[in-house]
């Protein structure tokens, strides 16, 4: 398995991967396995490669996984969860520091493909990116929506992330999640 960073004729493999894994595609059963709950377009995916990065699970030519990774300084449109969960920021402590006067990156979505699942994938991806990210950033920060709680046991259970207080968006509930890059 080799991890890295996208590259272009990565992009319409992580599209088709990330709309395999959206709710409107899954039934029932296999949302309880996690899903994600942007759709990004091929524009939307080139700008967050550029910014600060995709990281690429392969399993040589078929992608196994993918994880992105946004400056929270990036200007709108953002995805207007990523905005709900920048406004908390004053608020939230992690460190002994509020978020916002620490180096904090947006860390997400990511996807492994059914096939990988249970292969330790996600864990590789969040070893990769806590490297990608250090030398720049201080903490990682995602949402997870209430209703993914498979994915919310993956970040808390089996990559150790610390929960902050949930937030709200739309009628949604959702539970914010950081790590440290330094561990």
Same mark, same amino acid.
């Given at each position: 398995m080799e991890i890295r960073r996208a590259i272009p004729k990565d992009y319409e493999k992580i599209i088709a991967l990330q709309q395999e894994n959206t709710p409107d595609q899954l039934s029932e059963e296999d949302k309880l396995q996690g899903f994600i709950v942007?759709?990004?377009?091929?524009?939307q995916v080139a700008a967050i490669n550029q910014a600060l990065g995709i990281l690429v699970?392969?399993?040589?030519e078929r992608l196994a996984g993918f994880l992105c990774m946004a400056p929270t300084d990036t200007p709108p449109p953002r995805h207007p969860v990523v905005d709900a969960m920048l406004k908390t920021f004053p608020e939230q402590q992690f460190g002994g520091k509020?978020?916002?006067?620490?180096r904090? %990156? $947006?860390?997400?979505?990511?996807?492994?493909g059914k096939a990988w699942r249970g292969h330790g994938i996600a864990k590789?991806? %969040? $070893?990769?990116v806590k490297e990608y990210t250090r030398p720049n950033?201080?903490?990682?920060?995602?949402?997870?929506n209430d209703l993914n709680p498979h994915s919310l046991a993956v970040h808390l259970q089996g990559l150790k992330?610390?929960?902050?207080t949930p937030f709200e968006h739309e009628q949604n509930r959702y539970q914010f999640v950081v790590f440290s890059t330094a561990g």
């Open positions: 942007s759709s990004m377009n091929t524009q699970a392969m399993d040589g509020t978020l916002q006067e620490q904090v %990156f $947006v860390y997400g979505p990511v996807c492994v590789k991806l %969040f $070893v990769a950033y201080d903490v990682g920060a995602a949402f997870i992330m610390t929960a902050l």
